[in-house]
């Protein structure tokens, strides 16, 4: 079973369309995370839920929202998309709190949204 | 800033050793995180280090110098598979991840 798995893997869309990505971890953690990998291969966070509240919301703009129904789901939705919007998106999970032993991030397989 | 520094890319040979280093500036300092990153893929964890010194695993070593902001990931023996990118990351005093760019690894027979 994927740990972390995410959908759709692809996307390809029109500028101005909303569309969502779904993400789901069965590893029982308390932390997830949307990370946006772009074509330099910076892996930057872009939110960071811990137990369905949200802990860390960097500079995004607000047609990013995400949504965490419970700890085992984060999914993100994105309004009115751009061009700079084309990058692949990474969840991920953790055991979240401050044991450094647990701070192990686990991705999911990513999903390649392409804005044409 | 916090920033993090990895060469773009190296070339090795198969069956020999190779070193990727990486310094770190951070706000406080948690931890050290090499993850591997084959293409196309997600990145997948190899390796922790918070104390000072080396860490082995495997074909895999991992070292880190606190008061240097420096670390490195020695891969031995190796094997076209190793061919990926591999990142660097540091945990900062909020325990979030400043990610580097990652190292390209080229593999050649």
């Known amino acids: 079973d994927t740990a972390v798995s995410q959908t759709p893997k692809y996307l390809v869309t029109q500028m101005g369309n909303d569309k969502s990505i779904k993400c789901e971890q069965n590893?029982?953690?308390?932390?997830m995370y949307w990370y946006k990998q772009d074509s330099k291969k910076f892996l930057k966070i872009m939110f960071s839920?811990?137990?369905?509240?949200?802990?860390i919301n960097e500079t995004v703009p607000n047609r990013f929202s995400p949504k965490s129904p419970d700890k085992a789901h984060l999914n993100l939705h994105i309004n009115s998309l751009e061009l700079g919007d084309s990058a692949v998106y990474f969840c991920?999970?953790?055991?979240?709190?401050?044991?450094?032993?647990?701070?192990?991030?686990?991705f999911g397989e990513g999903s390649w949204l392409t804005v044409v | 800033g916090q920033n993090i520094d990895q060469p773009t890319e190296m070339t090795a040979t198969e069956g020999a050793i190779v070193q990727i280093n990486c310094t770190y500036q951070?706000?406080?300092?948690?931890?050290l995180f090499w993850y591997q990153q084959h293409a196309g893929e997600a990145p997948t964890f190899l390796s922790y280090?918070?104390l000072d010194g080396l860490e082995e695993k495997g074909r895999f070593s991992s070292f880190l110098s606190r008061s240097k902001g420096y670390s490195y990931l020695l891969l031995k023996e190796l094997q076209m598979k190793d061919s990926a990118s591999y990142l660097c990351?540091?945990?900062?005093?909020?325990?979030?991840?400043?990610w580097g760019a990652g190292t390209k690894l080229i593999i050649k027979p």
């Open positions: 951070t706000s406080g300092f948690n931890g």
């Open positions: 280090n918070v």
């Open positions: 991920a999970s953790s055991r979240g709190g401050t044991e450094l032993s647990g701070n192990t991030i686990y």
């Open positions: 990351a540091a945990m900062d005093s909020n325990y979030q991840l400043i």
């Open positions: 590893l029982g953690h308390d932390t």
């Open positions: 839920y811990n137990n369905k509240e949200l802990i």
